[in-house]
């Protein structure tokens, strides 16, 4: 690639536009189609450069201004640069000053008798001296205007300077070929002169001819004279002045018709010139008719600072027709500007030129026509107008339909959203949509933009804001919080929601997490506009309560399914931690772990700017305290329910008296597990519902707390502490039931099968081993111990203690009864009674001592030391008889 192109000299060095100017430098091209660019102070001038070597290029400056490089741009070095520059003037001509026209610069053609023809030339003038000035590159580095200021080096100027020339053209030539140059151009300069004589010569003939011409035109004038006389040019003079007076006459007619025209055409001037102010009337009400306000006020300012201060009648009258019509367009304006709906932009637009108009007619008669206190606050209130006006149109329109569609409320697809949540949808989008316009045009209203010449009014604004955003609260609660105090809303607003039926209000339940949504959204809209706070706790508050409303909502929901628990028990024992306990409460966890899930992604997840819910001692905590109760509360009484329900089929089982002819009990064929076939008998429910309370009153309970914490709640103390007293409660009188169910019967046999067969404790007998009662109460508690044992051997303690207690009583009141005893029916008793307290020494508490020592005192008369010691010895051979069969109540923690 070539190097880049470079501009070392320049001559001229200024000029006007068309100035021609001789470029040299170096590399500027290698032929003329190299050269693909020439700017100018910034001008393009390629159309006018004429190539002529790599080191020079000859062109016409273009209509430039000012100093600027001048860039050669050429295919194979590209852009080039410059080390001089250009200086581009505009010449202006006046009046007085001559105009330039262009003059083709070629090199003139002679004929023989020196006329030059007017053939096209190019833009390149020979060289007087006939020299050729190609490679003359060296340059005077001073300016020669400097040097000449009164001269110049064009040959065709009348100030031309030799000197000039020479610096310009021919600084490097030598003076040899100077003075050969001189040698050429007088020789030029002679030839011009012979060429004169020599065209006079070839053209004799024609110069004879004309001077015949000459002499008949002498000799006809003669002939005249003698014809007509002297007087030719007296009658030529008589028409001379004639002509003069009609020329005259003319002159006079049409310097009249001239004035008239001139007068005509001033008219016409005037009103060319003026034609802005007489078209005025016409243009702005055209302009105010297209929207184009902006152009009425530029045109009326204008024509204000031009014409405001004339005293002439015609445009006084002309600008006071303007002025009507510009006051009409300002009460046109202030209607537009307060007639909604319309964007705030547009509303900004009309306000501005409202003021504008307004400021400009202010002080004047006309001006105080009509008087616009502050059209940007009007257009505020118009807005805040038309928001809360929509807000009631909308819960008009939705209360209305909802309260038309209450008959199809059965019909209705569960699919469609209720018309409370098509209101409250239709109500956030308009006030996220709404709201930040009025906000925007009160912002531009305070800052200045918008504001007119009196005072703003911040606390009008503020009052406006937070009664919109309160207004937006009030009817979203009334459609939303249907379990509210209604009856407030109603008084402090005056707005009611239609009462539906109880299965629309069921129907909408499930829709209030997307109203929770749609709220939310709308408040994340009014949250970056940058709204006082006081604004923003407005919907915060809402939002809080709705947030609330929802969890309560889920959670009774939750309760409801937990009513439908009791169809779903299976009575699978599959609790490691307490045998007994069923799935149950494993499906309550479950429910619960549900419920907590969607309250979470619902509405106790805090988003921006939302309180918290779990506050120490707020409404939430109490919320969440209530509802938990209530879920452990139902689900206490869903075990209640499971353990008195029983089939229609089915009866319970009682212990009676082997020895009244009736069986022990009995005992089902199937047993509790988790096979489906079996059949679960009254006692086997009534068993694991005990283990059910008890396992959730241990562990089940405070666990479900732990699950409260790590979803981010407080520890619900109080709700947890009264599911558990409520189901200690219900484990007591369930206990009291079964054992009431177990013990009454077992009890009642003992005095029967004690005096079977006429029996006498004052009669002597055949002793060595228990009385059949006796040991027909062990075979019974065996029995019960057994059914216990299978389901849960938790329950072993409080159940066989209530029935030992009961058992003790009754024979403590048997023996008591008994005058007298013989000495073999006193071992007898001695060794009955201790049997049992020793074989059931695990379950006896203080009160069942105390029954047997008193059963043990009752005997009358009491033991020798021979009784005593009879009574120790059939005593240890009766357990030793009985130990496989007592052995079950020597386990104490089974």
Known sequence: MAPQPVVTGLSPKEGPPGTRVI??????????????????????????????????????????????????????????TSTVQFRAYHE??????????????????????????????????????????????????????????????????????????????????????????????????????????????????????????????????????????????????????????????????????????????SVLFALSRHKFLFCLPNAVDRRAKAGEYDIVVNDYSRAKNLFGKTEIPIFRKVLEEVDHRILSIRKQLHDKVVKMPQSVEQQKKLIKALTSLELQQSGTPIGDKLRNIDPAWDAIEARAKYLEGTFRQTFDQHANK?????????????????????????????????????????????????????????????????????????????????????????????????????????????????????????????????????????????????RLFCFSIIFKRATDRCKKLGSQETWELGVEEYPGATLLPAALEALLTETLDEVQSVCMQRETREGNLLEPQSDGQREVTQRLQEFLSTFSGVIEELAFHSHDEETPTHNVSQLLGFPNAQQPDSVVGSGGGAAVTWEQRMLCCLANYAYCNKSFFPRLGDIFVRYGYPLPTLAIETARYTVNQLFTNLLEEYVEHKGDPLVGTIEPSMYLGRF????????????????????????????????????????????????????????????????????????????????????????????????????????????????????ERVKRNMRLQLLCFSVKDP
């Open 92 to 265: 202006t001509i006046g009046p007085l000053k001559e105009s330039a026209v262009w003059i083709e610069e070629s090199p003139s053609q002679n004929f023989a008798w020196g006329r030059r023809t007017l053939a096209q030339s190019g833009l390149t003038q020979e060289d007087p001296l006939g020299l050729s000035i190609e490679g003359n590159e060296q340059k005077i580095p001073e300016d020669l205007r400097d040097l000449f200021p009164e001269a110049c080096g064009d040959l065709s100027q009348e100030h031309f300077s030799p000197a000039w020339f020479l610096l310009e053209n021919h600084l490097a030539t030598s003076f040899e070929d100077l003075k050969a140059g001189l040698s050429y151009l007088k020789r030029k300069v002679e030839s011009q002169k012979e060429g004169q004589l020599s065209f006079l010569k070839s053209n004799a003939g024609s110069v004879i001819d004309q001077l015949d011409t000459l002499m008949n035109i002498r000799d006809k004038l003669q002939e005249d004279a003698k014809l007509h006389g002297n007087e030719t040019l007296n009658i030529l003079e008589t028409s001379i002045e004639n002509s003069i007076s009609e020329s005259q006459k003319i002159f006079t007619d049409v310097l009249v018709r001239k004035e008239k025209a001139d007068s005509t055409r």
């Open 760 to 875: 006498q404790w004052d009669h002597e007998m055949e002793i060595g081993q228990l009385r059949p009662y006796a040991h027909e109460c062990c075979d019974n508690l065996v029995g019960v111990y057994s059914e216990i044992y299978s389901v849960s051997p938790a329950l072993l303690r409080p159940i066989l203690e209530s029935i030992v207690q009961t058992i003790s009583e009754e024979l403590a009141r048997l023996m008591s009864c008994v005058q007298r005893f013989s000495f073999t029916g006193a071992i007898q008793a001695h060794v009955d009674i201790r049997l049992l307290r020793d074989s059931l020494e695990g379950y006896v508490n203080e009160t069942a001592k105390n029954y047997f020592m008193e059963a043990l005192e009752a005997i009358n008369p009491p033991l020798s030391g021979e009784q005593k010691r009879k009574a120790d010895e059939i005593l």
């Open 23 to 80: 470029i040299r430098g170096e590399f500027l091209g290698t032929r003329s189609q190299d050269l693909i660019g020439l700017n100018i102070c910034g001008s393009d001038c390629l159309l006018s450069a004429e190539w002529k070597s790599p080191n020079k290029i000859i062109a016409r400056t273009g209509p430039a201004k000012g100093k600027g490089d001048i860039i050669v741009t050429t295919l194979s070095g590209g852009v080039g």
């Open 402 to 546: 909802d309260s038309g569609a209450q008959e199809k409320v059965k019909s209705r697809d569960p699919t469609q959203a209720p018309s409370r949540v098509n209101f409250c949808e239709e109500l956030c989008d308009i006030a996220a949509s709404q709201l930040p316009d009025l906000w925007r045009l009160g912002q531009l209203y305070f800052t200045g933009e918008l504001r007119g010449p009196h005072d703003p009014k911040p606390g009008d604004f503020k009052r406006m804001i937070l009664n919109a955003i309160e207004k937006f609260c009030v009817y979203l609660r009334l459609a939303i919080l249907i379990a509210a105090d209604q009856r407030s809303l109603r008084q402090s607003s005056g707005l009611a929601w239609p009462i539906g039926s109880a299965s629309a209000t069921h129907q909408f339940l499930p829709w209030i997490p997307q109203c929770l949504r749609y709220t939310r959204i709308a408040y994340a809209t009014l949250i970056s506009l940058d709204l006082p706070s006081e604004a923003l706790d407005i919907i915060q508050k809402l939002i809080d309560e709705v």
